[in-house]
């Protein structure tokens, strides 16, 4: 048997019927969870909707062995993410892990990007992470185990075309940073992926078949990034509130940290002209440290307030 078994584990994975998503389920299924393949079937624009993606991950993993059943409800909605829940507890029982891996693209920035273009991608990716695992919750809390894995993006990062993606994905690490804690008296981890892969959403497969003569899949295939989410929503994973990366055979942690920066320790209140004298200290990265939560950042960054002989965590 695997060290890395998930015999007896249920998992919900959302936007599976596609890439990512599918590569996710067809991975925890092939190590013994039962998985339900959530997937609206709609356009990487969130439009429309099809039962034939999520069943067909369903038939692959039925196929290998393994058990799953497809549920097409919208995440976007209230009632869809609890029906998708519902869904895990009617046919196996139970819900263990949740990956919410579903999300739409819709090209713009500004000017020209309007409102419901933001709205659109909050309603998935942010919205729609909160409500499947606020079902989840009261089930993860009374057995007092489980696991979500959240998905962010590089986009986050930026790029002139992607206001709205990056918005929102930059949101998701928000609520998982706020739910570890919330998580950790019950057991409960929750991390994030931000995946590198050849998708559709990335210039890939326009039907997100992730097929075998596709040249992307020899670079950036799906595949790359499932192993990385399966560790993170196994029992044994050892972090919570993280973020990592993977593709392509490369994985890394990505984090928020803050420089140590410059203290004002002259008579009188600091000035513009202080903070542009000392631009190089305020910037300089050489001391940076990366908080646990609010309040670690909060108890470094006011030490020379309550406990001057106090220093920071270096990374």
Known sequence: MSEFSFEGR???VTGAGRGIGRAHARLLAERGAKVVVNDLGGSMEGDGSDTGPAQSVVEEIAADGGEAVADTNDVS???GGEAIIDSAIEHFGRIDIVVNNAGIIRYAGLPEVDLENLERHLAVHLVGSFNT???AWPRFVEQGYGRVVLTTSSGLFGLDNNLSYAAAKAGVIGLARSAKLAGEPHGIKVNVIAPAAFTRMAGGDPLGGDTPDDP???????EAVAPMVAYLAHESCPVNGE???AGAGRFARLFIASTEGYLHEEDGPATIEDVAAHWDAINDEKDYYVPADLIAWSG????HRFSPSAGPSTS
């Open 133 to 135: 695992t606020r079902a």
């Open 300 to 303: 470094s960054f006011m030490k």
């Open 216 to 222: 992307s899949q020899g670079i950036m295939p799906s």
């Open 77 to 79: 909605t209230q009632a």
């Open 10 to 12: 249920v998992a919900v």
């Open 243 to 245: 973020i990592y990366t």
